[in-house]
């Protein structure tokens, strides 16, 4: 973690904006395989922010895969402001160590952030990705209240030495298994009271 905020500052002084944070290995299986007891934390930054409905270039990369999320907006009170739907575009480079993929800020390559709706009920949030072949469908739920998200993500910064602060957004962990992509693929994205997202990649 010393590693991933270097970097992070590192790229905020180089002109970078902070967005906000990210939640990694919310499976329970990773957790064991990495002898976690909960996620790890990493950040986001407006570098890698890719808008909506516009094709991702995914040249160069070596596992490239889609996890499908929430978004949630941190209020002047430090509690939920708002929610998005969210995809987050990682590379699964193989790794074996914890630290090298922590000091590789998890995995992370882009982000795309639906329209923010306040006040929305996600208690019972389903989502299901279609696309344009059957390896790339899936449907997923959201397992944890956005306001826990909130407090996990604080608790955590605030031990490795991060600050969550009032309107960074948070992407809080994949609904579903990583989605493996390639170029050419479209999917879209259903997250029930938060609308749509569609994904293009060339």
């Keep these: ?106 995995f992370h390559r882009g982000v795309v952030f639906g329209p923010e709706i306040p006040g929305a009920d996600v208690r019972s949030l389903a989502v299901t990705v279609t696309g344009g072949s059957e390896r790339l469908q899936a449907d997923g739920q959201l397992t944890e209240a956005p306001e826990v998200t909130v407090a996990v993500v604080r608790s955590f910064l605030a031990a490795h030495g991060g600050t969550l602060a009032p309107g960074d957004r948070i992407i809080a962990g994949s609904l579903i298994a990583p989605l493996p992509i390639e170029p050419g693929d479209q999917l879209e994205v259903e997250f029930g009271t938060l609308g749509r997202l569609t994904a293009r990649f060339s």
């Design 1 to 106: 973690m010393r590693s991933l905020l270097a970097r992070r500052a590192a790229e905020l002084e180089a002109g970078a904006e902070s967005v906000g944070w990210k939640i990694g290995f919310n499976a329970k299986g990773l957790q064991e395989h990495f002898g976690l007891d909960g996620p790890v934390v990493g950040y986001l930054t407006d570098t890698t922010v890719c808008p909506a409905g516009e094709a991702v270039s995914l040249r160069g990369w070596q596992r490239p895969a889609l996890e499908v999320e929430v978004a949630i907006r941190v209020g002047e009170d430090g509690g939920v402001a708002a929610l998005a739907p969210a995809l987050e575009l990682v590379d699964l480079v193989p790794m074996n160590e914890l630290e090298p993929i922590l000091a590789a800020n998890i």
